[in-house]
């Protein structure tokens, strides 16, 4: 159980806090390629970290991420021309570069150096995979980015969405690595045949957890009825991301996720889909906007998903009956009704009873926590620079009992990865000490 | 006039106050027998002193209240499967029954212990005159349940309906109990001849409180222009509740209310009527559910009353000006403009200016204070123990002057109610002074 | 840049606070005439400088403002019975005139004193060019009211406006005074003819700001490229009030604003429009309630302005590319646009950075800020008793170079008005230094 100390520590990262200086010392995902379509074209709020920002895409296709307020008198830069490289507020009409520069102010003397003096807040921007990533951190020690996957594909192996979701960005995370609910919030069932819990064996898996470069590898094996072993791995990637494992026996894309806080009760859930072997087909794409799985169907201008809190996530009592563990339609639906009112949008982690499948989330808690007290002392968190150890997918497969699981993921990888599975892994059982026992 | 400090002791009754631990150990009423109508039917959302719960009606029909959140990760049992004795959590599968008991922890080691180590948060509830009450208190000192009247009734002699009032439930229960606002606030008149006001005798009361075993008595004395007495007597039950004076002329069924804090700044307002001597019929039915008297009409999915705040309570001024004091349609909507709106959510009682009317008011103030101090000694309100001493009905009949008070209380009550007027009533004129003198 | 205490002082005008009473010993605007059209007609809901009032005509044509809440149990006296000269509440029936006599408290004794010795608290009230104007401050020391140029016109020749404006009133009175803005903000243009910049000549003004009687005039002067000057002069009246500069040149109306506080997070912008000549024509009243120029086009129930933050204030971005400098339809609306999201409801002025065009912006903080701090030790801004000095119109025109402004001021302000410029007027310009020098 978690000290309230610890949780404010975990949960809070606006401007100066520790949590949000980790946060800041990473490349994040700030809003989708596609919010910003054309050169020239219109500014889109973005909420991060606690901060109002405005991004805009400028006539050489650069993306542009500045504080909203003009540095001037804080008018709202949102409402600002997009015009020949630049942003001009709608005030007084100075006017910003991508990178801040202020490069007019119109009504100041022809010879004022004010200009040169000034500069908005502006943070860079790297786009991939169809996201605009961000870097919110100390200017002069940006770190690589990192080697997704899916960023080494053409366009149309891969697909993002995002999703505004209504709580505190942990809330998230640990559903992401939690590989155990998967057998109870997602289950669908035939009445009386196969009964409304999965059979024993798939309920009841061992916890293996490895520090790696990146953050953690969480390994969840179980021993199936038929002597074989069932293996999910789940990377958590520091500060925030995760490869959900999919099933390789059923060919599904992979599955990056980020849980990205807008401020400390609201957050931004970004969802990639990609396939190493080819574009994803209209199938899959159909699947993704579906909503049937983890990518939310959400409305194109607030992206609050469809079904929400304030229509109780669609629920079909009548459903929940018969055929579906919540009766909520769709995965990520299912994980929001659990997620967003988890105790409110924060949950009170000092006060919870956690399990024996709660180690995955107790090791990422301490190895944030370790991270956030270490900023504190001024080291910034080393996952930022090893870039190359990102590149990873998941792992979700039967196999013989005999098969180490180092073998599989290696094999899951792929002969170009090197960083998959580094030489030395350290275990963190110590961290994972649940209440159950 | 309170002081600020008193006010506060007053109104606050969230988890660990001190009149919060008042309430905590009565019984009160939590929802309504109907909001859960069915055996493993769809589970309720209560909120109830500031506490989140939910309500569920069992396999064998018994009532549960338990906190909203897992007692694991805080997932809300609302999305909870209501199935075979017990909610199960949608999250992880943990089960609970009614009392609290953990029965299943499915993804749990086989062997694991920890089920029997483990309780949700569960409160006993009694069902009664179409109500679910609820204890929140020390459960190793469980009370009696109090002897309504209409506890003694068989079906359809009684009916309640509950509200969602958007103030705290001081300001409710000060309505109740004030005796004197029904000629005024309450008025319909026809110009020119009745004139705006009640006749002056019925508009200048005498007040006449009692330290009773349940609470207080408030007796309330016109001396009529005819020479006669007109006599209203209130019971006020603890912690909230009041019997408001029926004319017994008209031969109306008796009605109970009840303010039970949601939290400070919202509360239930409950209204039973009943009839001792036949079912409610048809006619007394539809009054009922026209929100005419003391009932409000609501929206079925979220009891808020159709006349509300924001719709100005329906007021109508033209009807203002020639027929109703007020313009609002409906005798419990008339009391939510003046109750809902009075200097905000919580009144500063601290800069009113009390009349001669409000002794019942301040004497009810006093007893609460002194509950609440006592409380904060160690020493639980004795009242929660006199169970017997709520059966009671109240009075508002016109009388001779010779005629005791006593003597039409005693008959009003019945013969099988020995403790309708205990031996010995204790005056409370001390607690009862007010501004204007 | 201010410090954030001021910024706080500056901003705060709830009861108690410094710059609260600076607003409190003025006249100023409560609510429009025609909100109270009848005599005994229903009240209406006035919030000012954080408090809740009630404000009604009396049967005798009088408006009253009360204090909402009853002083008996604080029901809102918004729900009152407007009748035979005052306002009884529907509580108990105690009735009020429109000084906060109590005249009845009709469930007294007959003999009771109470009534005389009991008042509402009730703010004088004076009505002039449409607007019911109050006097918040202490009762025995009541100012005279100001010679608005509109106070001395006919009916027909003025017309007054309100709208509620989300956002602290500073940042609303800084838009006033901000002659420079007007050329970037509210400019319209034709690609590729004249460009989306106004001529060099006219986007950079000198300041001159000096004390006046009634507060400030801010001289702002152009040199034109024809060898001309341009000038434009704003008069700031104490607390929150300004005269717009209008063109003499397109014999314009001229225009007053008043920029009166709701509460901190909000504000009532009026705008007065008036002719000295003639009733104000058809052609000028359609373009007032069109929304066009500074009167905003609003909701008439709750004064909302109809382009607002909730739809992005009916921005056109194709038409910001084409001809408008931002987009937006309507010279008040583009100013909401800037001042209702300026960094939030309440600017960090902290934090921003201050340019030569700011002038007229910091002389008037720092006015104001001297005024909060004199009443702090006890002494009331002087300009509350300079009424005569209140009678201005502004000034827009081009002159020859070599007629001084004050000349051009005189003859504006015409000859029946002797105060217009007096003898001594003091140069404030070490009150306006800007963070760009």
């Not at 000290?3 to 800041?24: C, I, K, Y």
């Not at 005030?91 to 991508?98: D, Q």
């Amino acid at each position: 159980m978690l000290s309230e100390a610890d949780n404010a520590l975990l949960t809070q990262t606006g401007p100066g806090t520790p949590m949000g200086t980790v946060f800041r010392s990473f490349w994040i995902p700030a809003l989708l390629s596609k919010e910003v379509p054309e050169r020239d074209g219109t500014p889109v709020r973005v909420g991060l970290l606690g901060e109002k920002l405005v991004a805009f895409r400028d006539t050489s296709g650069r993306v542009g991420l500045l504080e909203a307020r003009c540095p001037h008198r804080h008018a709202n830069l949102f409402w600002g021309r997009n015009e020949d490289n630049g942003l001009r507020c709608v005030y007084h009409g100075w006017k910003f570069t991508v990178d801040g520069t202020c490069v007019d102010m119109p009504a100041e003397p022809a010879d004022s150096t004010y200009k040169d003096r000034l500069r908005a807040v502006a943070y860079p921007t790297h786009e991939a995979g169809g996201i605009v990533w961000a870097y919110l951190g100390d200017p002069d020690n940006v770190p690589p980015f990192p080697a997704f996957d899916w960023t080494f594909l053409p366009e149309g192996y891969s697909y993002a969405t995002k999703r505004l979701q209504q709580c505190n960005y942990f809330q998230n995370l640990e559903g992401e690595l939690d590989s155990s609910h998967n057998y109870f919030l997602h289950r669908e069932f035939q009445l009386p045949e196969n009964g409304i819990l999965a059979p024993e064996d798939m309920r009841r898996p061992d916890f293996y957890i490895a520090e790696a470069p990146h953050g953690l590898l969480v390994v969840v094996k179980r021993n199936l009825d038929s002597g074989n072993r069932y293996y999910r791995i789940t990377p958590f990637m520091m500060p925030s991301y995760t490869i959900i494992p999919t099933e390789q026996a059923a060919d599904e894309p992979d599955r990056f996720t980020a849980a990205v806080p807008l401020d400390d009760h609201n957050m931004w859930g970004y969802t990639v889909s990609w396939r190493r072997d080819r574009p994803l087909n209209e199938a899959e794409l159909e699947e993704i906007n579906s909503g049937r799985v983890s990518h939310a169907a959400v409305d194109p201008d607030t992206f609050i998903p469809l079904g929400n809190l304030g229509n109780d996530y669609l629920i079909d009592r009548e459903a929940q009956r018969t055929r579906s563990f919540t009766g909520i339609p769709g995965v990520r639906v299912q994980d929001l009704a659990v997620q967003e009112d988890q105790d409110g949008p924060v949950c009170r982690r000092f006060e919870e009873h956690l399990g024996t499948t709660d180690r995955a989330i107790v090791a990422t808690r301490r190895l944030m926590l370790r991270a956030a007290r270490q900023v504190q002392q001024g080291t910034l968190p080393p996952q930022r620079d090893n870039a190359s150890s990102y590149r990873l997918r998941s792992l979700a497969v039967e196999a013989d009992s005999s098969t180490p699981w180092e073998d599989l993921w290696r094999e899951r990888q792929g002969a170009d990865n090197p960083d998959a599975l580094p030489a030395k892994l350290e275990e963190v059982e110590e961290w994972a000490s649940v209440d159950s026992e």
